[in-house]
């Protein structure tokens, strides 16, 4: 079974200095891996996703992230914090059939300090 | 193209009552999941739905169903609710299932309170 570990529920940076959200996954074979947001009161949107290919994935807002095999994990950041940045953030994977459905981590709070 | 629409937004239900909480996804999209979110349990699978069909179910008590209709949209329904079952509920969209690398669409959510 697939699962999603996402370490650290909330944290804090500054303005302006590097982020870094950490997710390691579970997975028998190479999954499809995800970055959602989700601001106050709203549903998720998709940050971006890592299917085949390269395995540094750029998405949107400044967020990139880097799929490593070798270590099961697949971390989002971004070089330089906004206060717009300040939400929740999901990791999750899917399975190369689809024939299962999202499973997401627990999410981790993001808070951005002027 | 219009998002995923869920209605209504907010609803407060007492112990014992049922709900149904309605979801319309994205044009085109025949693919319907819903999830349950909690600050303690986070994001739990529900039921997913594809040509009127339950294609997935998580592992939740049959209180809990859902349907979809001819034109995707899709239904779920609590019944005899429980003060456990105050939540977000969301709803996700995708073209198709059995396509891993298929973006999932959200909503913006139903706030369940039972009091």
């Known amino acids: ?114 | 193209k219009a998002g995923v629409t869920q209605t209504p937004r907010y609803l407060i239900k007492t112990r014992g009552q049922q709900v149904t909480l309605s979801c319309s996804p994205i044009s085109g999209h025949r693919s319907v999941s819903w999830y349950q979110q909690t600050p303690g349990q986070g994001l739990q699978f529900l039921f997913e739905y594809f040509s009127e069909t339950q294609r997935n179910k998580g592992n939740f008590p049959g209180r809990f169903s859902g349907r979809q209709f001819s034109n995707s949209r899709s239904e779920m329904n609590v019944s005899t609710l429980e003060l456990g079952d105050s939540a977000l509920y969301l709803c996700a969209s995708s073209l198709a299932p059995g396509q891993g690398n298929t973006e999932a669409f959200f909503g913006q959510g139903t706030r369940l309170t039972v009091v």
């Open chain 1, 1 to 114: 079974a697939q699962s999603v570990t996402q370490l650290g529920s909330h944290v804090s940076v500054s303005e302006g200095a590097l982020v870094l959200l950490r997710c390691n996954y579970s997975s028998s074979v190479p999954p499809y891996l995800f970055w959602y947001v989700q601001y106050p009161n709203q549903g998720l949107q998709l940050l971006l996703k890592y299917t085949t290919g390269a395995t540094l994935v750029k998405g949107i807002n400044g967020f990139e992230a880097e799929f490593k095999k070798s270590e099961t994990s697949f971390h989002l950041t971004k070089p330089s914090a906004h206060m717009s940045d300040a939400a929740e953030y999901f990791c999750a994977v899917s399975s190369l059939s689809g024939n299962t459905p999202l499973v997401f981590g627990k999410g981790t709070r993001l808070s951005v300090i002027a």
